[in-house]
């Protein structure tokens, strides 16, 4: 079984209060304890600061906490941006919803670094230096209030492990950290299989062709902090329940339990969106966790 606790990931964006009071009761009634703090459901609270109260009394009433938190992302939030007033707002925003997640005993959240075929004219090290002068910003208020910030690894030039292994030589610190995406890393290798994927559709954008690997959990092995786990075939980032993709999960797993900072287990399957139930996905990490 696991020895760090499981979250769990819903799409409440579309959600009023008795539909998400149900769906926290189903996850309960499944043998969930923890859910993930979306960054839908930071944008609900940065909009309105009373929706976190409501959003605590929700989930107190089902029995369940909210683990650790996925901030807010896109073109004009990722840490790249080199747009100077995007990033002056970007900075404050990140320093936002980390109090947030704070304020809601969540001390995990995972930011993407961007992506860098947004950028094409931008230098891919200048890219990087944007992404460490965000954190430089950042990482301070999250020291203050006891949350570690996981950056991840996802398919384009400024995310691969390599990349994330340089930001983090630029903090030797606990505040930073990695979350390993099992979803995005079974892209790297398996979209290798597929003339179109999603990395081949953003490399092709600056003007190069993939680097695939299958190694990208074992170099990024000693700062995983958090993980997002979802299946895909490989080709495209479809968040599939456990199992039903091709990803090797005896190797993920065997992985995650010599992570030396792993905190939390999540899941990342998308159920609405993929029409799987919330009982599937308990079920399929019940399943997962026999294997860790």
Known sequence: MFHVPVTYFFEFKKTNEQMRSYIMGEFAANGATHLVLTHDLINMIMADFTAAAKLEKEMSAAGLTFLDAHAPFGQYLDLNNPEPAARRQLILRHKLHIQIAADMGVDTVTIHPGNDYYYPEVPLQQQIRNTIAALDEILPVA??????????????????PEKLLEIKAAFPCDTLGFCFDAGHANQMDKGRNFEKNSAADCYVLVGETPVYDDQIGEKMLPHIVNCHLNDNDGQYDTHINIFDGNTDWTKVMRLLRKAPRLKCIQSEVIPVANKTSIRDICEAFRKLGEIY
């Open 143 to 160: 020291a203050d209030r006891g949350v570690t910030v996981c950056i991840e690894n996802i398919w384009c030039r400024s995310n691969t």
